[in-house]
């Protein structure tokens, strides 16, 4: 039986991430998101990155992307997963490694650019901007 986990739409884009559904997004760059967010989570919130398969997690990444690529305030996507189970930290860390791993050509709407590659993920983009969880909190 599939469950759907989340449906992102903030601003009329709307995908959801179904359990149990393979995703056909098994490359390094997904491999590198699902490590990064799985490395930086603090699974604090009632939905918990760790409790999502990988598959379902690229999946979620590919979601935020295309809502961001279409137009949705990224600070509004975080948020939509900060009210919707996910920690401030965990929305935050899902966001920014969505954009700056999945979909780099949006790392200018986070306000970030190459010189805001984190040392930590080599190659990844980018993490949220300092502040983020304040604005969406």
Known sequence: MK?????????????????????????????????????????????????ISANDLVGL?????????NGNDPIKEAAYMATHGFSVNDAEVILGSAIGGLCPDQDYKLGVTASGVTP????????????????IA
């Open 3 to 51: 469950k759907i986990l989340f449906a992102m739409g903030v601003g009329g884009a709307a995908a959801a991430v179904i359990l149990g559904t393979p995703q056909a997004h098994a490359d390094s760059t997904s491999n590198q998101f699902v490590s990064y967010v799985e490395s930086h989570a603090n699974n604090a919130g009632s939905m918990k990155p760790s409790d």
């Open 120 to 135: 930590d993920a080599p190659g990844y983009g980018s993490t949220p901007p300092v502040g983020l969880g304040t604005r």
């Open 61 to 69: 990444g590919y979601a935020v992307c295309g809502d961001v690529r």
